[in-house]
């Protein structure tokens, strides 16, 4: 059966989009949108066989902005849903909405193990480093020194990371992008569902009701060619308005160098498909405020998913035991039975 020819229109809900006006989340919903036509006719999908699975949040919301099926969960707890989807319809392509406070607080454990197992779905974090639904506390990725209702003499906390995180969790790619990068944005989308096994994009995103402007000073269109890091796989880390400037490693260490004083070919080249993530965990860390933001994909690597190898595991079982009879397994072994003294 041939696929439809679908266009953006095809994934626009009817239901009204309530998220205060302007709201980042906008911008990666249209986005969002406007590249499931082309990931349809790379993978050969139909669009009754796209799943959105979100927790609780703003950013949870989205399901409901899609013309797609979708389900919205319990506070945390979508990658361990989107797990179970996903093993259970493997013909599914699965995606997680979440946000810096319901995937990096109460529900960081089932991300972290949704990684590390190499789940097929594809995860994307909007980061505002805020509360925006609760109405503008300080989030897991507010950074020290945030004041807000519930910080207000500044957060003493050490911020989390969304792609160290994820690196350390040895996901299998990793990418950060910006809503208001809508060009960048949807080429991180379209390969992110390309990719087989666990996806994890970091979309920073602005709350300009309780955060206005967190990442205004590298996004916004007069800032973001000297202050962002586009990284490009085979490619020096070079940036800056006149691409005048790079990033090269020194004892170790990065550093900041002209392009006038270091020609390109002493420069470190950037390997996204490196098996080893150091460099991608060096990138992840650079301070903001030094250095350029990193943005783009960090790391992209093949290893077998989860469902391939429980496939395979489940194969061999079968193949040395037998298929079996559920009842007589739940019989087996040690059993005991309890009567009434």
């Not at 309530?18 to 669009?47: H, K, T």
């Not at 405020?289 to 990193?294: D, E, G, M, S």
Request: some cysteine; hydrophobic content about 40%.
């Amino acid at each position: 059966m041939t696929n439809p020819k679908y266009e953006r229109k095809d994934f626009v809900a009817k239901e009204d989009v309530r998220w205060c006006p302007g709201c980042g989340d906008y911008a990666v919903l249209s986005q969002v949108q406007r590249v499931m036509p082309e990931i349809c006719e790379r993978l050969q999908l139909r669009r009754e066989n796209i799943v959105f699975v979100s927790g609780i949040g703003c950013s949870s919301r989205f399901p409901y902005y899609m013309n797609t099926y979708g389900f919205h969960t319990i506070h945390g707890r979508a990658p361990a849903i989107a797990t179970g989807l996903q093993l259970c319809r493997p013909d599914l392509l699965v995606w997680v909405i979440t946000g810096d406070g319901d995937g990096l607080s109460i529900g960081t454990n089932h991300l972290v193990h949704c990684l590390r197992r190499n789940v097929n779905v594809k995860i994307l974090l909007f980061n505002n480093r805020i509360y925006g639904l609760t109405k503008g506390q300080f989030s897991p990725t507010s950074e020290k020194g945030k004041k807000t209702k519930s910080s207000p003499m500044g957060s003493i906390e050490q911020p989390i990371k969304p792609l160290s995180m994820a690196l350390a969790s040895e996901a299998t790619f990793v990418a950060r992008a910006s809503a208001t990068d809508g060009k960048n944005l949807q080429e991180i989308l379209l390969r992110a569902a390309c990719h087989r096994g666990s996806a994890f994009v970091e979309i920073l995103q602005n709350c300009n009701v309780f955060n206005d402007g967190a990442f205004e000073s590298f996004t916004s269109a007069a800032t973001r060619q000297d202050r962002s890091l586009y990284l490009q796989h085979g490619s020096p880390m070079i940036f800056g308005a006149n691409r005048d400037r790079a990033i090269r490693l020194r004892a170790g260490f990065p550093e900041i160098v002209r392009l006038d004083e270091f020609p390109e070919k002493e420069l470190l080249v950037f390997n996204e498909s490196a098996a080893h993530p150091g460099l991608a965990y060096m990138l992840s860390e650079l301070d903001e405020q030094a250095f350029p933001v990193p943005m783009g994909v960090f790391r992209c690597v093949d290893r077998s998913s989860f469902d391939e190898l429980l496939d395979e595991q489940i194969e061999t079982a079968v193949a040395k035991r037998g298929k079996g009879k559920l009842l007589e397994y739940i019989n087996s072994g040690d059993t005991w039975k309890v009567t009434a003294p």
